[in-house]
């Protein structure tokens, strides 16, 4: 490789990859020296300023590391990746308040980072999964439950907490409760789809088990990736659905979900609209369900008031520069028709009507009408 490089001196595809293999043989030196030579060359190769900062700080050479990162920030200060590398760097040299720094920066720049929000909660303590102090416990629930039903089953729980960022990208949590009481019930759900963009979507599954009537748990469950569309429509979705299968459901047990949708997308398709639709009501009665949106307070939420049924309540509280808006319904969620009328949400106020076609969904947006 050394004499490639003396015949083709500049050639940084080649040197990238000769720095890279000395730095794997523990040739430190050798490598700092050929990435120099490299940013010689090509001074606006940044991913080579940031490889040569993190060789430094993985040596204990944090001076110049933290110069070299200086230099990447410089260079680009608007790129999220430099500075999540940067934490990643200042972390593992012992550095926690500086990485943590570093971490936050990054993430105003690209808020929707699910893996580096995940590990930004972890250090600071936080819940891992936004959303799961919104949740309700099973166990009073199920004490609820009539003795005797006609329904093929009944919802425990149906809870949605959506945390909405400033460019209208969000960040969703699902609590799904279900207590099957026959074997229709258990047909109804033995598989349960979760959709998503691949592209602009990550769906984590955060739980998914099922309590027997003896107590007993099971957190075995299948999992596959589906499309939405069939080839005959000649038509493109770019939704897939995750299914989550459950071969062992069966008739009085409680099947419990609990997953997460986040926004990896860099931008909002629809300039920074936020809309939302919901369903507060379906076939089967819900004990309890809640709908939690939590946004920046500069940013009113809209939604059709007149239309809104008297059992289902709402609140507001304001949480620093964020505000919270919370709807709940307990023991009145069951539809008593398909035809049943939805309640919409809209953004800024400009006109726009509701399909009235799904039994008691709401539509909820800011900054924005369609």
């Known amino acids: 490789m050394r004499t490639a490089l003396a015949l083709r001196f500049d050639d940084t595809g080649l040197r990238s990859s000769f720095a890279a293999l000395l730095a794997d043989m523990g040739k430190i030196d050798q490598a700092t020296q050929q990435l120099d030579r490299l940013l010689a060359l090509d ?34 200060p ?9 934490g990643r760097a200042l972390l593992q040299a012992g550095r926690r308040d500086d990485a943590l720094a570093s971490f936050q920066e990054s993430l105003k720049l690209r808020p929707q980072n699910p893996a580096l929000k995940e590990a930004l909660r972890a250090l600071q ?53 279900v207590k099957v009481l026959n074997d229709r019930g258990v ?9 998503y963009s691949p592209d602009r979507q990550e769906v984590r599954v955060l739980k998914a088990r099922i309590t027997k009537s ?35 459901l069966t008739a009085g047990d409680t099947l419990e979900l609990q997953w997460r949708v986040e926004d990896t997308a860099l931008e ?27 946004m920046p307070k500069e940013r009113p939420l809209y939604w059709n008031k007149a239309s809104l049924p ?11 520069a964020r505000v919270v808006w919370r709807f709940e319904a307990s023991k009145h969620s069951q539809a008593r028709s398909r035809a049943e009328h939805a309640r919409h949400v809209r953004g800024r106020p400009r006109r726009c009507t509701s399909r009235r076609t799904r039994a008691g969904t709401r539509s909820a947006g800011t900054g924005g009408g369609w």
Do not use: C
């Open 310 to 320: 008297s059992w289902v309540k709402t609140e507001q509280q304001t949480e620093g």
């Open 268 to 294: 909002n398709l629809l300039s920074d609209y936020f809309g939302d639709v919901d369903s507060v009501q379906a076939l089967y009665p819900k004990l309890r369900y809640r709908y939690v949106v939590e």
């Open 78 to 86: 608007e790129e999220p990746d430099v500075y999540e590398r940067e």
């Open 187 to 195: 047909d109804a759900f033995r598989q349960w789809p979760i959709t």
């Open 214 to 248: 003896d107590g007993s748990v099971v957190d075995s469950y299948g999992d596959q990736d589906q499309h939405m569309n069939e080839p005959w429509t000649g038509m493109y979705y770019d939704a897939r659905a995750r299914v989550l299968s459950f071969p062992a």
């Open 125 to 177: 303590g936080q819940d891992s999964a936004g959303g799961l102090s919104q949740t309700y416990p099973l166990a009073p629930l199920l004490k609820e439950l009539p003795k005797s039903s006609t329904e093929d089953a009944i919802y425990l729980a149906d809870v949605t907490f959506v945390r909405v960022q400033t460019s209208g990208l969000s960040s969703r949590f699902h609590q799904l409760s």
């Open 43 to 76: 001074p606006y190769d940044n991913a080579a300023r940031l490889r040569l900062a993190e060789l430094f700080a993985a040596n204990g050479n944090m001076p110049k590391a933290d110069a070299a990162f200086a230099q990447a920030r410089a260079f680009a």
